[in-house]
């Protein structure tokens, strides 16, 4: 059985059960017994979390670490193209719940992105939480979007086709600085973001524990990341949901992908409804089987892949629609 739901549009598979490769990961992850996220330190958390970057699964022309208007980065680029025109740029902002993840955590999929888009990608290790409570981690971001469109030159990329995404927490400052926009952003990838910091949504209760992400890791997450004083789970730089209209019609072309097993399903799902209801250009993606963070593992996942490719061309057609994506690309 199965329903049309959401203003996009998309097939929701009522009593859809997970995905079976999916499962078996959550299955096996499941025996190793690991300490829940909120009962570590942040630097022990951290540390776990580094040890299980996997290895790189495919090459990029070129990789450089760079200091992004203070903020340490790292710069992917495609191949170049035969006629020597400058890409665009993804300003790629890593997931881990502003307390944990790095360059390293996400050097997949910035690869994945890079190579099959055939745009630069610079990916952006920003403060965290707790010693850089918010705003420190939104301000290195906003900081280094500005600096990489006035460093365009540098860079090698177009600074007219500027783009930001990111997974997760990062998706949540993403929509942070399209909010902010201090360059101009022609499009943003949201990829299960955390859009509404109040967690009061059906699926903080449906999918509260078994898929990776927790509700009370999310609750240890925003903990730390507002441990500051600065800032409440009411501040639309903190709950980008509760933008003023205004703001939030100003967004950017935008892709927003979503997990069904996920807690922040339904926030993710609202605003892209909301950007869509405002006038907004969204295209929304669907994973009714996946959970939380299975954009990070297409070592292990079909769908990661798949999700990829769809987000790797959404990106070509936005920063150049007249460049075909490499979506083949090994």
Same mark, same amino acid.
């Given at each position: 059985?199965? =329903?049309?739901?959401?203003?996009?549009?998309?097939?929701?598979?009522?009593?859809?059960?997970?995905?079976?490769?999916?499962?078996?990961?959550?299955?096996?992850?499941?025996?190793?017994?690991?300490?829940?996220?909120?009962?570590?330190?942040?630097?022990?958390?951290?540390?776990?979390?580094?040890?299980?970057?996997?290895?790189?699964?495919?090459?990029?022309?070129?990789?450089?670490?760079?200091?992004?208007?203070?903020?340490?980065?790292?710069?992917?680029?495609?191949?170049?193209?035969?006629?020597?025109?400058?890409?665009?740029?993804?300003?790629?902002?890593?997931?881990?719940?502003?307390?944990?993840?790095?360059?390293?955590?996400?050097?997949? !999929?910035?690869?994945?992105?890079?190579?099959?888009?055939?745009?630069?990608?610079?990916?952006?290790?920003?403060?965290?939480?707790?010693?850089?409570? %918010?705003?420190?981690?939104?301000?290195?971001?906003?900081?280094?979007?500005?600096?990489?469109?006035?460093?365009?030159?540098?860079?090698?990329?177009?600074?007219?086709?500027?783009?930001?995404?990111?997974?997760?927490?990062?998706?949540?400052?993403?929509?942070?600085?399209?909010?902010?926009?201090?360059?101009?952003?022609? %499009?943003?990838?949201?990829?299960?973001?955390?859009?509404?910091?109040?967690?009061?949504?059906?699926?903080?209760?449906?999918?509260? =524990?078994?898929?990776?992400?927790?509700?009370?890791?999310?609750?240890?997450?925003?903990?730390?990341?507002?441990?500051?004083?600065?800032?409440?789970?009411?501040?639309?730089?903190?709950?980008?949901?509760?933008?003023?209209?205004?703001?939030?019609?100003?967004?950017?072309?935008?892709?927003?992908?979503?997990?069904?097993?996920?807690?922040?399903?339904?926030?993710?799902?609202?605003?892209?409804?909301?950007?869509?209801?405002?006038? !907004?250009?969204?295209?929304? !993606?669907? %994973?009714?089987?996946?959970?939380?963070?299975?954009?990070?593992?297409?070592?292990?996942?079909?769908?990661?892949?798949?999700?990829?490719?769809?987000?790797?061309?959404?990106?070509?057609?936005?920063?150049?629609?007249?460049?075909?994506?490499?979506?083949?690309?090994?």
């Amino acid at each position: 059985m199965s =329903e049309f739901i959401g203003k996009q549009g998309y097939w929701h598979h009522v009593g859809m059960p997970l995905n079976l490769e999916a499962r078996t990961l959550l299955e096996y992850m499941a025996t190793i017994d690991a300490p829940p996220l909120d009962s570590q330190d942040p630097v022990v958390a951290r540390a776990e979390r580094a040890a299980l970057a996997p290895d790189p699964t495919e090459d990029c022309h070129e990789i450089r670490d760079l200091d992004a208007g203070g903020a340490a980065a790292r710069l992917y680029s495609p191949t170049p193209t035969a006629d020597g025109s400058l890409p665009g740029l993804l300003m790629f902002f890593h997931g881990g719940g502003w307390v944990i993840g790095d360059l390293d955590s996400h050097d997949n !999929v910035c690869r994945a992105l890079t190579n099959r888009s055939g745009h630069k990608v610079l990916s952006i290790d920003y403060r965290l939480a707790p010693e850089a409570p %918010f705003p420190a981690g939104l301000d290195d971001c906003v900081n280094s979007t500005r600096w990489a469109h006035d460093h365009a030159a540098e860079l090698g990329i177009d600074p007219g086709r500027i783009a930001v995404g990111g997974d997760s927490a990062g998706a949540n400052l993403a929509a942070a600085v399209c909010h902010i926009a201090p360059a101009p952003i022609v %499009f943003q990838l949201l990829v299960y973001p955390v859009a509404d910091c109040r967690m009061n949504t059906a699926s903080y209760v449906e999918n509260a =524990e078994g898929y990776f992400l927790t509700a009370t890791s999310m609750a240890w997450f925003l903990d730390h990341y507002l441990s500051g004083g600065e800032g409440s789970a009411d501040d639309p730089r903190v709950s980008p949901l509760l933008a003023s209209d205004e703001v939030l019609a100003a967004s950017p072309p935008s892709m927003v992908i979503t997990a069904g097993f996920d807690p922040l399903r339904d926030e993710g799902i609202a605003y892209a409804d909301r950007m869509t209801d405002l006038g !907004v250009k969204v295209t929304h !993606v669907h %994973f009714a089987g996946q959970f939380h963070a299975f954009f990070s593992l297409p070592h292990v996942l079909s769908d990661a892949k798949t999700a990829h490719a769809l987000a790797a061309e959404a990106l070509a057609q936005a920063l150049d629609p007249l460049r075909s994506v490499v979506a083949d690309h090994p």
